[in-house]
């Protein structure tokens, strides 16, 4: 026994080191669980008072117990560093949570159950204050006075009101401008009571101004279009009206309460709707707009000519949601169309019957005027003794040569302008017919001592004119230059095929020129240049008619002033076309 218990004695402890702790006795080995510690007292007890024979067994079962107390420690210490890592987490997640919240651009709040601010986040500071400022403040308190009851209805103490919404609106503080909000608040229950709020409010400030700004846009548009002076109205996709303005009341005499919802077809003729309704669909399938011309009745009974112009309206898919019609009353316009077409008919038939007026008075003024030519010149003849009684009949016939010449003038002009008149075209070397016209001008060119240049191309300037009335042109245009040169002065004559493959014929004098705002004008009937009335301009039908005769002849003429003084005029022909006698259709 004595064996057994010096065995069971623990042995001597060595000497304990300062720096090292002592090592608790085994029954001691876990303060968290005291009682391994007795089971094992009380074991080493029973193994002194057993047998011999059953300390093997004893031996056994305190190993066993020691073992179950060694994993049932670990397995503490194993909980114990669970849930200290489960706290880590836990804090962890409520700090990265913190800096969500941070993050988060609405603003964030908790309230008690009567609407009190317990938390908010720091996107408080976006309306100009802190979170520390609103804490303990109602959440009415902080939105315009005419929003406040419908925050109060937020926090209704209704437990079967889930998620609470509103507008608010909240006045900006110093530099911060107000804004808008829209808040939510979920209620937080414990044992079915209400026992505080979670709540956000999300910042719509630039979409309420955007909405303000496209409201105002819409009245304005709304009041342009009620003010417009042209009847307005727009049409769904089925004919129907939608709205009118007060122009197209006036205008149609019916009120928009009468017609609002009803088909515009309904008020109109079956030939009309018909067109109203192609055009309608035309525009519907391709969008865009259309103009087109109706008769439409108006308030006084009377069809009125209108042009219509029609715009697709487009709806949120970008297909066509509407027709807006415009109205535009053109009665006085097709009037003052037919008023004009009138006068101008009337015109053109007081000009034919001046034409054959002109044209018969001419005929009737010649027959007199070559009887007086004709005793003039004889009058002349055997007067030739008598020296006043020949200077008499001298001027009467210079007299009645001018008349003759204004008689020819007026003739060749209704000969022009008549719708029967005709030129006998002929395929001619203009060379020839030029020479011929600048021969018959020798003595007026020696009375004032003029100079003719003549350059003609040697090349053959062929073309089909009636070569009686081409040179009737050149002789006018050649007479024309000698009353406007000064004695001793030239006149150059020119003639070549351009490289457009026209035939061109200038006469260059060293006149005064003619002003450049009257150059297009001398080639009308009766017009002179200011520079020329001094009575050598005779009657202004010369220039007039050499025009018309070359336009007959498919050709141009033209004037220009040269840069070293003096004007000239070019003639210009084709060089081929037409039949050798055609129509002059005028």
């Keep these: 026994m004595r064996a057994l218990s010096a065995a069971a004695s623990p042995s001597p402890m060595p000497d304990r080191q300062p720096d090292r702790p002592r090592r608790p006795p085994p029954w001691r080995a876990s303060r968290a669980v005291p009682w391994a510690g007795a089971l094992l007292g009380l074991a080493v007890v029973a193994v002194v008072d057993l047998p011999i024979l059953r300390g093997a067994e004893v031996l056994l079962a305190i190993a066993a117990v020691t073992l179950l107390a060694w994993r049932s420690l670990r397995s503490r210490e194993a909980a114990r560093a669970a849930l200290d890592e489960a706290q880590a987490a836990v804090a962890r997640r409520e700090r990265e949570l913190s800096v969500t919240i941070k993050s988060v ?189 109706a008769s439409v009745m108006h308030r006084d009974g009377t069809l009125r000519d209108v042009r219509l112009v029609k715009v697709a309206v487009p709806g949120d898919d970008g297909r066509p949601a509407g027709i807006l019609v415009v109205l535009m009353d053109v009665s006085e316009f097709r009037a003052a169309e037919r008023a004009t077409r009138d006068a101008r008919d009337a015109a053109e038939e007081a000009s034919r019957a001046k034409s054959e007026f002109i044209a018969n008075i001419s005929h009737e003024l010649r027959t007199p005027l070559q009887s007086i030519l004709g005793f003039s010149e004889l009058g002349m003849l055997r007067a030739r003794e008598h020296e006043k009684l020949a200077s008499m009949f001298t001027d009467i016939h210079a007299s009645g040569q001018r008349m003759l010449a204004l008689v020819n003038d007026l003739l060749d002009v209704s000969k022009i302008e008549s719708t029967v008149g005709t030129f006998h075209l002929e395929r001619t070397d203009l060379r020839a017919l030029v020479r011929e016209v600048a021969h018959e001008i020798d003595p007026l060119l020696a009375a004032r001592q003029l100079r003719l240049e003549i350059k003609l191309s040697e090349l053959p300037l062929v073309a089909k004119v009636d070569p009686m009335r081409f040179q009737q042109v050149v002789r006018n245009v050649l007479a024309n230059a000698i009353k406007f040169s000064p004695f001793h002065g030239r006149i150059d004559l020119a003639g070549q095929t351009t490289p457009a493959g026209e035939i061109r014929i200038g006469v260059a004098d060293q006149g005064p020129g003619i002003p450049a705002g009257e150059i297009e004008r001398v080639f009308e009937a009766f017009v002179q240049s200011s520079l020329t009335k001094d009575g050598s301009g005779g009657t202004g039908l010369g220039l007039a008619i050499c025009r018309k005769i070359i336009e007959a002849h498919g050709g141009r003429i033209h004037a220009e002033n040269r840069p070293e003084g003096g004007a000239q005029f070019f003639i210009h022909l084709p060089a081929r076309g037409m039949t050798e006698t055609a129509p002059v259709p005028l």
């Design 105 to 293: 651009q609405d603003l964030i709040f908790r309230t008690d159950a009567r609407g009190v601010i317990s938390f908010a986040n720091e996107r408080w500071m976006a309306i100009g204050g802190s979170a520390e400022q609103v804490l303990g403040r109602p959440l009415h308190e902080l939105v315009l006075p005419e929003q406040r009851e419908a925050l109060r209805a937020l926090f209704s103490p209704d437990t079967r009101l889930a998620v609470r919404r509103a507008q608010a609106t909240i006045a900006g503080q110093g530099a911060a401008r107000t804004r808008h909000f829209d808040v939510a608040v979920v209620p937080l229950l414990r044992d079915g009571q209400i026992v505080g709020f979670a709540g956000s409010a999300a910042d719509v400030t630039e979409r309420v101004i955007a909405q303000q700004k496209l409201q105002t846009q819409l009245k304005v548009s709304a009041l342009m279009l009620e003010i417009s002076p042209l009847p307005l109205s727009m049409l769904d996709t089925q004919g129907r009206y939608l709205s009118v303005n007060q122009a197209w009341e006036e205008f149609t005499g019916r009120r928009r309460a009468d017609v609002i919802g009803q088909a515009a077809a309904s008020y109109l003729g079956a030939e009309e709707a018909a067109l109203h309704d192609r055009h309608d669909r035309e525009l519907l399938a391709g969008g865009g707009r259309i103009n087109y011309e």
